[in-house]
């Protein structure tokens, strides 16, 4: 668990998390907030449930669900401050905190990509 706790993605996915909490908090569309924060919790979550994995195959695949989930909350939070359930100029910067999450996460899964490469067995 120290490594999670080191690593930046996963400390930024969880404060985007509370963020996200803070700033849902006097929505009165509870669905709608239902949903924003569940998906807000998905990131972190999968980035944990992937690194407590064995294998670097299995760890890709849970960084991807969370790559996903910042797609759908940064969906969320974009139609959240259209339909004025959100305030704009607080959820402005957790649309970009998302996406640069998002770019984030594609390069540890390219990382743990090539690392899965190399640890394939070569014949010859």
């Given at each position: 668990m120290d490594a999670l706790r080191n690593l930046e993605v996963w400390q930024r996915g969880c404060r985007l998390a509370v963020s996200t909490y803070q700033l849902?908090?006097?929505?009165?569309?509870?669905?709608f907030r239902d949903q924003l924060t569940r998906s807000a919790l998905s990131i972190p979550s999968n980035i944990a449930e992937g690194y407590e994995r064995e294998s670097s195959r299995e760890r890709v695949r849970f960084l991807r669900i969370a790559k996903g989930s910042c797609g759908e909350y940064w969906t969320q939070l974009l139609i959240g401050m259209e339909a004025t359930l959100l305030d704009k100029d607080l959820a402005r910067p957790l649309l970009d905190?998302?996406?640069e999450i998002a770019k984030m996460l594609g390069g540890l899964i390219k990382h743990f990509e090539v690392r899965d490469q190399d640890d394939e067995p070569r014949y010859s």
């Open positions: 849902s908090g006097t929505c009165r569309d509870f669905g905190e998302a996406q």
